[in-house]
């Protein structure tokens, strides 16, 4: 295996006493830009990419040369051309293509909303500045540019949807980002004037009536490189930012000596593995601009959300990969037949020692780790049996099925199925592909360092991009003592991604097989403290939108997390084990926390779940025993001033050991 890099600057974040207090710089003090000084602009719009630019110099970044630039309307220049805004605008780091991003965010000039310019330039007066910045920034250096490349976001918008109710905001942006090189070395500078930064995000398109904002990402991605001879493999990136504070502090602090000045080397002739920040003593501005209270997290990739949500997510194609349909399209089911989503599910007898509970038995108010059934259960057939003096018909109680389901008799009662075009366990049907959201309530007490925390009775609320399995979830309220030690309970949202997760061949997510009426219970333990969480999360069916209602009860106890820390979590993969009116996993992951106090800190946590559902088992099945989760991306954030709870996870479920790959 290639091992890839992944940096953020933040290791040198020292007290704010011993830190330089200067001016940031003024929008007329950053490199000059314009149609006077013959740059050309981009044409207006949501999603537009500029003409290839030719360079008449090659360029390094990273490790390869680059004679191609092009500049996109979304805060970001690549060395290639690029794809579609909605394979990239709402996802972190690394990009499957090449980015120097100075602000990826969803921004839009339409109508006059802002300008974009950009030039190349062999300016002695421009290059001998570049120069200087350099020197700043790396003065053991040798480092004299031969060209420079400018583009200039200036007072850009994000996009917004304009309604009766609400009116465009006003807020826009200026922001430039300078690449000087010669024929060994590239620097780039990023720079944000002092009034250049009034929107920190921006909201995915799929949601924006759900109100998620995803922070703006800063930083550098070297895109896909080639592996071995016919494969490729996410390359080194950079991330500056990692979430909505640290972006807020872009032009109140610095590395290279101004406020809002950023300075990095980000390509050479010479062995180069990863972006370099510059040396230089970080600096904030006077007191006057207030400094927020943040540090710069050492997060490898940062994502979306706002009033609810804000921040999150991840994209990822392969352009040497097939596409798979986003679809379900199951053929009609006939008396012998039974379906669930593609698949159905195998005649398995429940494991020992199965925490079984017959939906929809509310959870336990003391948060209790067992439930008990007390019907006539049948196990030596594996199949949970309802005694019942009357054989259950169609005839009878077809009003049991979907409005988008067809209902079919069997020898001993009867099923339903979702009509071609939906997907759902055939109680519960939804259109293939559309957006799916999640309502819902959480409480519980929460134990920190041995003191309880009441959650009282707070909201959460998802927000799912069914076709490529993206979940957000956004709980308000969270009380501080609180935000920060969930951050790494992230299985609380991982059960959206995986009743969504996107379906590769011959697979089905989780809401195809228990439909919107369910009962999630897991144990979480963290080590090496041995504290331990209970969640046990409800779906109480749909509402009259179609929209998931979820409760969720938290009870036990979390290791304790410094405040204005950061939280990651590598991907992973999860195997599920399926048995009739029951799902099970375990598995182990690990985590990172990085803080001021004790720099980066490594966990692990164990968690183990199980998913009871009403299964019918009139039908008979076929052989679904085990499925592969696999949680490509997962950024998790506590922002202290809206007291939101965040959790991004992307998610694809799959065959085990499958090897496929989705293009998105």
């Given amino acids: 295996m290639i091992s890839v890099s992944s940096h953020c600057w933040c290791d040198r974040f020292q007290q704010q006493q011993a830190q330089q207090q200067q001016q940031g710089i003024d929008r007329h003090s950053i490199y000059p830009y314009g149609l006077f000084h013959g740059d050309v602009t981009l044409q207006e719009g949501d999603d537009e990419t500029s003409k290839v630019i030719t360079l008449t110099r090659p360029m390094y970044f990273y ?58 330039t062999e300016s002695p007066v421009v290059l001998k500045r570049a120069e200087a910045d350099v020197k700043r920034g790396f003065p053991d250096a040798t480092f004299t540019p031969s060209h420079a490349f400018i583009a200039t976001w200036e007072n850009v918008s ?45 909201r995915p398109k799929e949601s924006y009536n759900v109100e998620i904002e995803l922070p703006a990402r800063v930083g550098f991605s070297r895109g896909e490189v080639s592996y071995l001879i016919f494969s490729r493999t996410e390359g080194p990136y950079y991330s500056v930012t990692s979430n909505e504070q640290s972006i807020k502090n872009l032009y109140q602090m610095g590395n290279q000596g101004e406020p809002g000045v950023w300075l990095f080397h980000v390509g050479s002739r010479y062995s180069f593995q990863n972006v370099v920040p510059a040396k230089k003593e970080e600096v904030i501005l006077n007191p006057g601009s207030p400094i927020l209270d943040a540090m710069f997290p050492d997060e490898e990739y940062s994502d979306p959300d706002e009033d609810e949500y804000d921040s999150i997510d991840p994209e990822f194609q392969d352009s040497t ?65 309802y005694s019942t003096d009357n054989k259950e018909t169609c005839e009878r109680f077809q009003q049991q099925c979907s409005q988008s389901a067809q209902c079919t008799d069997y020898s001993t009662g009867f099923c339903c199925h979702c009509n071609p075009g939906f997907y759902g366990n055939g109680r519960h049907c939804l259109p293939n592909g559309a957006p799916q959201r999640v309502n819902g309530k959480v409480r519980g007490t929460v134990h920190v360092g041995g003191s309880p925390v009441d959650l009282g009775n707070i909201d959460l609320h998802a927000y799912i991009v069914v076709g490529d399995g993206r979940a957000y979830t ?42 919107a009426e369910f009962t999630r219970h897991a144990i979480v333990t963290f080590y090496p403290g041995n504290q331990r969480l209970s969640i046990i999360q409800t779906g109480t069916g749909l509402d009259n939108q179609n929209y998931l209602n979820v409760d969720t009860l938290l009870q036990g106890s979390v290791p304790p997390i410094s405040p204005g820390a950061t ?98």
């Fill in 63 to 120: 490790e390869a040369t680059f004679t191609k630039l092009y500049v996109a309307t979304n805060g970001i220049i690549s060395t290639q051309d690029l794809p579609m805004e909605k394979q990239y605008v709402d996802d972190g780091f690394p990009t499957d293509f090449p980015v120097i991003a100075p602000f990826l965010a969803d921004i839009d000039t339409s109508k006059g909303r802002g300008s974009i310019f950009y030039r190349q």
């Fill in 158 to 202: 994000a996009y917004e949807e304009e309604t009766r109710s609400a009116s465009l905001s006003g807020r826009v942006n200026t922001f430039q980002v300078v690449l000087a090189y010669n024929e060994k070395d590239t620097y780039a500078l990023f720079l944000y004037p002092e009034d250049g930064l009034q929107f920190f995000g921006t």
């Fill in 321 to 385: 990969t097939t596409e798979f349909p986003l679809a379900h399209s199951p053929p009609q089911p006939t008396p012998g037949e039974v379906q669930q989503g593609h698949l159905t599910l195998a005649h398995r007898p429940l494991p020992k020692h199965a925490i079984l509970q017959v939906y929809p038995n509310p959870p336990n108010p003391s948060g209790g780790e067992v439930f008990s059934v007390e019907e006539n259960l049948d196990f030596d057939s594996g199949v949970i049996h």
């Fill in 474 to 515: 956004a709980i308000s309220e969270v009380p501080e003592s609180a935000g920060w030690v969930l951050m790494p309970v992230a299985p609380i949202g991982a059960l959206f991604g995986w009743l969504f997760a996107l379906e590769l061949p011959n697979s089905v997510n989780g809401f195809s097989i228990t439909g």
């Fill in 567 to 664: 939280v990651q979590i590598e991907p992973f993969k999860d195997i599920y084990h399926y048995y009739p009116s029951l799902i099970t996993s375990t598995s182990v992951r690990e985590f990172k926390v990085v803080s001021a106090e004790n720099g980066a800190e490594t966990f692990t946590f164990q968690i183990k779940q199980n998913i009871t559902y009403k299964d019918c088992s009139h039908g008979p099945r076929s052989q679904l025993e085990t499925q592969e989760l696999r949680i490509e991306r997962v950024f998790v954030m506590y922002v202290k001033e809206e007291r939101i709870l965040r959790y991004a996870i992307t998610n694809k479920i799959g065959q085990l050991g499958s090897k496929s790959r989705w293009i998105y």
